[in-house]
């Protein structure tokens, strides 16, 4: 017994020793940039966490396979160190210690989930080390002027961005808004942010109105808006309630130039139940396997869609898209850096505008990534991407129930 | 026997003055990794205190950590307070907490009083999720010291090690009073402890008391050093297994065990993590388990009888009858 014992510590000191030589060997071979990154591999998150590891693998494979990152006159290949979280957030910010002070890394990918890249955030900040991050999207991780951090999941705030850009080309743009939301807090966010923009944008809010999650009678909200004549109403909420919104404002004969709705339109049910109801109808997303951007890794989205799903045998989704875009839009400023200062690539991350297959990559000054959410109709029955370049042309205005 | 006293004093005096220095000559990350260790040898210890000493297995210690960790928050974040009096407020506030719980909660016995205070814990989250000042679920920030990154891991390493040092000092003091007999005596029996007059309730509630008071401490150290706190992780009921397997592992009811325990468990798992990235979870249970199965008195139990020999193995298992 005394002796298996022994044989199995000495087998475990080897095994470490190998382990640790070996690391060393392979990185004097060619020249590596490291990004490293502390994720849930395992524990609560570990679902959320893996998607953003096949997206992370796959755009650095594609990155060297392109030839690499282009520093001077110097090539580097992305290589990313990986630690497991445990999706405890005093793991992950000591693990993140680990990589900066230990491993080198030279610049950090984030974590998932909010409550984890905050302490994680405020670790790069204290050795200001750029981190970009696509698995956190509270506001409160930009709120304190980190300035290390950027995060490429839209805020709450920006989901109804462009659709209010896109009222301002058409004519004659519309000029009331009505909006309407569920009490929780991710669409009072939602509503807080639109209100903000349309007024920024010169639109009128004529209406701003709460309703209980999972309410059903819409009638009152619905004939005061018809009182006011609102040009667009915009919903922020729940399938259930977006389908009920729809019906009534049938039944009520309340026709405002445009309806869009957070949350819906995406949904086949949506469709199905409403038939002919739904036409016209618009709806937002960040990112659905439906669009098409220009890449930079890739070709286009529908490129990047089709080699995903043959990697990894399943549908990609606004998670793998945004972990894409982090590790494209680091490769994009350090070639625009021309250095591997962290001081020079946080800038040039700053001053990021890139087209990925996620869309387009700019900042705002807090580190989170500007709207990108874009403009789903409902046509022919079935739902296209209408704007910023979309396959099909928004139909406008919504023609009346009657007049169908 | 003086001799013997005398060796074990300058024993822990030299562990202290290698343990003061280890900052000196490592980079940042060991410095942090040392500082998780000893909140954990610190809240392992403070379980020991009710766990081990007293016999009632807490499931919800990690409340006074929670509490520790926003009184800290709240007092440093809304009402612009110094670190140091947040500090001592965390640690006076988890003790007074852990006497009003402690007064209906440990009337409870066995597993009544497991599941008690593992139900204050998960009410407190809900608490602290829905407050205002606590910023809900969202989470609070804390200021963030302002000083060069290695002196600010200097500082919580040293506040960790100077709150070790003060819980294993009470819990000595304690533990040749009268009232760590009183602990021991309800630990072996407490209908006859209380039948040859120890006051019982007053004993358990002291326990009680200075474990939310040292791991209210490590709360307060531990929020300022994350500078955000969430509801979630801070109340989480790993939190509350993880001392009870250190405190297990190195040894319950001694002095020294939990110490230990926090020790090797932490150099464990962060060595099994080091090199298997997926299995390392299940490695750590195993060795948790053998541990378990082999010396059920703790490795802690090992070194005081010098005995790493099979038959030591073998007679613990006997023993136990595993």
């Not at chain 1, 995060?151 to 009222?167: I, R, V």
């Not at chain 1, 957070?262 to 036409?279: M, Q």
């Not at chain 1, 500007?370 to 042309?393: A, D, F, N």
């Not at chain 2, 280890?22 to 000893?38: E, G, H, K, M, S």
């Amino acid at each position: 017994m005394k002796g298996l014992v022994r044989t199995a510590l000495i087998g475990l000191i080897a095994l470490g020793l190998v382990a640790s030589l070996e690391l060393p060997a392979n990185a004097a071979a060619t020249k590596v940039i490291k990004l490293g990154c502390a994720i849930s591999f395992t524990g609560g998150k570990s679902r959320s966490g893996k998607l953003y590891r096949d997206a992370y693998d796959m755009a650095v494979e594609q990155v060297n396979k392109k030839g690499g990152v282009k520093v001077g006159s110097d090539t580097y290949m992305f290589k990313i160190v990986y630690y497991d979280d445990k999706s405890d957030p005093t793991e992950s910010s000591r693990l993140v210690e680990k990589l900066i002070t230990q491993d080198k890394v030279n610049f950090l990918l984030g974590p998932y989930s909010s409550g984890i890249t905050i302490p994680d955030s405020l670790v790069a900040q204290r050795y200001e080390i750029p981190m970009i991050e696509g698995g956190g999207a509270s506001g409160k991780i930009f709120s304190r002027g980190n300035k290390y951090i950027f995060g490429t999941l839209p805020p709450a705030g920006q989901y109804f961005k462009s659709t209010l850009e896109m009222l301002k080309t058409f004519t004659p743009a519309p000029k009331t808004v009505a909006i309407l939301y569920s009490d929780d807090k991710f669409d009072l966010s939602v509503a807080k942010g639109t209100k903000a923009l349309a007024e920024q944008m010169g639109m009128k809010v004529v209406l701003y109105e709460k309703y209980a999650e999972g309410a059903t009678d819409f009638n009152s909200i619905l004939t005061k808006l018809k009182a006011m004549k609102a040009d667009v109403m915009l919903v922020a909420g729940h399938t259930e309630e977006s389908l009920n919104v729809t019906q009534q404002a049938k039944e009520l004969n309340v026709c405002p130039k445009l309806i869009s709705m957070t949350v819906g339109p995406s949904e086949a049910d949506f469709r199905k139940s409403l038939g002919k109801d739904a036409e016209y109808i618009f709806g937002v997303a960040s990112w659905s396997t439906q669009m098409n951007f220009k890449g930079y890794l890739f070709k286009d989205t529908q490129e990047f869609v089709k080699l995903f799903k043959a990697k990894f045998g399943y549908d990609p989704d606004y998670h793998n898209a945004s972990g894409i875009a982090d590790v494209a839009v680091f490769k994009d400023a350090i070639e625009r850096a021309g250095s591997l200062n962290p001081e020079k690539v946080r800038d040039a991350i700053a001053a990021t505008s890139l087209a990925t297959i996620y869309g387009h990559v700019e900042f705002n000054p807090n580190g989170q990534i500007k709207g990108t959410s874009v403009v789903l109709q409902i046509q022919g029955g079935k739902i296209y991407q209408v704007y910023p370049e979309g396959t099909k042309k928004p139909r406008y205005p919504f023609p009346c129930w009657k007049e169908r | 026997m003086r001799n013997h006293l005398l060796r074990n004093y300058l024993l822990c005096g030299v562990a202290l003055l290698a343990l003061t220095l280890v900052p000196l000559f490592c980079n940042n990350f060991i410095i942090r990794f040392a500082t998780d260790i000893l909140m954990f040898a610190i809240m392992a210890s403070a379980w020991n205190l009710i766990g081990g000493y007293t016999g009632y297995a807490s499931f919800g210690n990690v409340v006074f950590f929670g509490i520790g960790a926003y009184v800290t928050a709240v007092l440093m974040e809304k009402a612009g307070l110094n670190f140091f009096i947040a500090f001592l407020s965390a640690g006076m506030g988890a003790a007074l907490f852990a006497i009003l719980i402690g007064l209906p909660v440990l009337r409870l016995r066995g597993h009544y009083f497991a599941i008690a205070t593992l139900g204050v814990a998960e009410a407190m989250k809900a608490l602290v999720q829905n407050l205002e000042i606590t910023e809900g679920n969202s989470g609070i920030y804390l200021p963030m010291m302002d000083l060069a990154v290695r002196k600010q891991y200097y500082f919580f390493f040293y506040m960790m090690l100077g709150t070790l040092v003060l819980t294993l000092i009470v819990t000595y003091i304690l533990l040749n009073a009268k009232l760590g007999y009183s602990l021991i005596a309800i630990r072996e029996d407490e209908d006859a402890a209380n039948s040859v007059g120890i006051n019982t309730t007053y004993a358990k509630t002291m326990a009680f008391a200075l474990s939310g008071l040292f791991t209210g401490f490590c709360g307060s150290i531990y929020a300022y050093q994350q500078a955000f706190i969430k509801p979630g992780p801070a109340f989480t009921v790993h939190t509350t297994v993880k001392m009870i397997v250190m405190a297990v592992f190195g040894g319950m009811g001694k002095l020294f065990g939990p110490l230990l325990g926090a020790f090797s468990i932490e150099i464990i798992s962060e060595f099994l993590s080091n090199y298997f990235l997926l299995a390392h979870t299940l490695f750590f249970g195993v060795v948790v388990i053998l541990a378990i199965v082999f010396t059920p008195k703790g490795i802690i139990d090992m070194i005081i009888q010098k005995r790493f020999g099979l038959a030591y193995f073998l007679e613990n298992i006997r023993e136990h009858r595993v």
